[in-house]
T-cell receptor, first 113, second 115 residues
Framework: SQQGEEDPQALSIQEGENATMNCSYK?????LQWYRQNSGRGLVHLIL?????REKHSGRLRVTLDTSKKSSSLLITASRAADTASYFC?????????????FGKGITLSVRP | DTEVTQTPKHLVMGMTNKKSLKCEQH?????MYWYKQKAKKPPELMFV???????INESVPSRFSPECPNSSLLNLHLHALQPEDSALYLC??????????????FGEGSWLTVV
């Protein structure tokens, strides 16, 4: 069953612009992870944010988490054509040996050169 | 080295065949996972192994049989599959301990086509 719902479902921007993707979820979580998937390829881990964290950065990526609203956002700054991919948020309600991820439907990002 | 290796990359099998998908990680992770992903859909969890024991089976049909021979290896045995089982099968691993959540690393996947 799906936990996360990303918004928008598809996003098309010009190279150099920022891309913001949102994710909402329904139940309490231990952590939330964002992944990128290029067409036909595996999932690449981007960022993990824990339930007691509000914001994390990694390079051009910024992730926020609002547990009161059960939502997260992924911001990609200064986008590049190579950022074109599907992006998924995934929630983990448990931790340690019982961890398992439940994925949202995904967002298709197209970055035009 | 954050690498999960899956073989084969592509597999075509008939409905009466028996085949296996293999997954390997050398990160010392103690949790390993199988996910199934249909085209344009999110990955869906199938199985979780924790410390080489099956800890989660998401009501997967018995024609899929997981096996964890040791802490580095995870297999998925396939028998009498249906065409609707055609999908990308993703293996993943994580440290599998701690209270604050572990990054789950995925392999490139095995594309399965059932004919």
């Amino acid at each position: 069953s799906q936990q996360g719902e990303e918004d928008p479902q598809a996003l098309s921007i010009q190279e150099g612009e920022n891309a913001t993707m949102n994710c909402s979820y329904k139940t309490s979580i231990n952590n939330l992870q964002w992944y990128r998937q290029n067409s036909g390829r595996g999932l690449v881990h981007l960022i993990l944010i824990r339930s007691n964290e509000r914001e994390k950065h990694s390079g051009r990526l910024r992730v926020t988490l609002d547990t009161s609203k059960k939502s997260s956002s992924l911001l990609i700054t200064a986008s590049r054509a190579a950022d074109t991919a599907s992006y998924f948020c995934a929630t983990d309600a448990r931790a340690g040996a019982n961890s398992k991820l439940t994925f949202g439907k995904g967002i298709t990002l197209s970055v035009r050169p | 080295d954050t690498e999960v290796t899956q073989t084969p990359k592509h597999l075509v099998m008939g409905m009466t065949n028996k085949k296996s998908l293999k997954c390997e990680q050398h990160m010392g992770h103690r949790a390993m996972y199988w996910y199934k992903q249909k085209a344009k859909k999110p990955p869906e969890l199938m199985f979780v192994y924790s410390y080489e024991k099956l800890s989660i089976n998401e009501s997967v049909p018995s024609r899929f049989s997981p096996e964890c021979p040791n802490s580095s290896l995870l297999n998925l045995h396939l028998h009498a599959l249906q065409p609707e089982d055609s999908a990308l099968y993703l293996c993943a691993s994580s440290q599998g301990r701690g209270r604050s959540g572990n990054t789950i690393y995925f392999g490139e996947g095995s594309w399965l086509t059932v004919v």
